[in-house]
């Protein structure tokens, strides 16, 4: 079926293809988020444990929705492993360490890369493909990350 909402095919590409991209930056951080939430360990492991509880629970609906505008703009959302470690722009770590600091430091730094990534996102897809809805979308997100990442910077001090 032809879609018809005012954003060229092309456009509606070129946004497609970068919400891949953040589609699996976004689920590699859930999966670090949850690997931080089954493994830490110390003193303070009941606080961190349900901390991380909750963002994850975040980013699982952040997941959907990244899905979800994909489709709404016609195209398929990855979903494999496979293709979400082709297309992240983070690293997964392997820690010989589970202190609840660690993750956080960690945690932190891909929550501002995604910052950084949505950041650019807004005037592209705005001006350059046409797309003010994603825009707006990728805003909403990259406030949601802002907030994520204030709650972990939190912890460290």
């Given amino acids: 079926m032809n879609i018809t909402i005012g954003i060229s095919e ?6 497609a293809t970068k919400l891949a991209k953040l589609l699996a930056d976004e689920t590699v951080l859930y999966i670090k988020t949850k690997n931080a939430h089954w493994n830490v360990e110390g003193a ?3 606080e ?3 901390f991380f509880e ?8 952040i997941i959907d929705n990244v899905a979800e505008r994909m489709r709404s703009l016609g195209h398929y959302a990855p979903a494999t492993l496979k293709s979400y470690l082709s297309l ?17 430091k960690e945690l932190l730094l891909d929550h501002e890369h995604i910052i950084i990534e949505l950041r ?14 994603t825009s707006d979308f990728v805003t909403g997100l990259m406030e ?4 994520m990442a204030w709650f972990l910077r939190s912890h460290t001090k």
């Fill in 10 to 15: 092309l456009n509606r590409q070129a946004v």
């Fill in 44 to 46: 303070d492991f009941y």
């Fill in 48 to 50: 961190k444990h349900t």
């Fill in 54 to 61: 909750t963002q994850f629970g975040q980013l699982d609906v």
């Fill in 88 to 104: 992240t722009h983070l690293t997964e770590q392997t820690r010989e360490q589970n202190d609840s600091q660690g993750f956080i």
């Fill in 120 to 133: 650019g996102y807004i005037n592209q897809f705005g001006t350059e493909y046409q797309d003010l809805g």
């Fill in 144 to 147: 949601k990350h802002e907030k």
